[in-house]
């Protein structure tokens, strides 16, 4: 017998579920890259805009100069694993191929959900 499944309970399941990987992201992308960016930045000018810009909307207040470190928190989902696979080279291979497994496994999961 099937299970009818609660369909707002799946969307709040998959949003905790996408929230705690994206956390997790971005907390390893701090540890493993920030503080070994090459020039000093992980991030191209344009995106350093981009950010800057989330974080004057978040915080309404624009703080000159921030670093990768701040900026960090402005970056979305997407972004963090265009970001990882960008800046490889500065990740253990265990890492670089962790965050590709997991990019395969979310977006069979949404697609499985759309």
């Known amino acids: 017998m099937l299970t ?21 992201l971005r907390l390893s992308l701090r540890t493993h890259l920030t503080s070994q960016a ?6 191209t000018p344009e995106e350093t805009t981009k950010y800057a810009d989330r974080q004057k909307k978040a915080e309404k207040i624009l ?31 265990a890492i670089v191929s962790s965050y590709k497994q997991l990019v395969t496994k979310v977006g069979l999961l949404v697609l499985n959900q759309a």
Do not use: Q
Request: overall charge negative; hydrophobic content about 50%.
């Open 4 to 24: 009818r499944v609660n369909p707002s309970a799946l969307r709040l399941t998959l949003y905790a579920l996408l929230s705690a990987i994206e956390l997790d």
């Open 38 to 43: 090459a020039g000093g930045t992980l991030f």
């Open 63 to 93: 703080l000159s100069h921030l670093s990768d470190d701040e900026l960090i928190e402005f970056v979305d989902f997407g972004d963090y694993v265009e970001l990882a696979l960008r800046h490889k080279a500065l990740l253990e291979p």
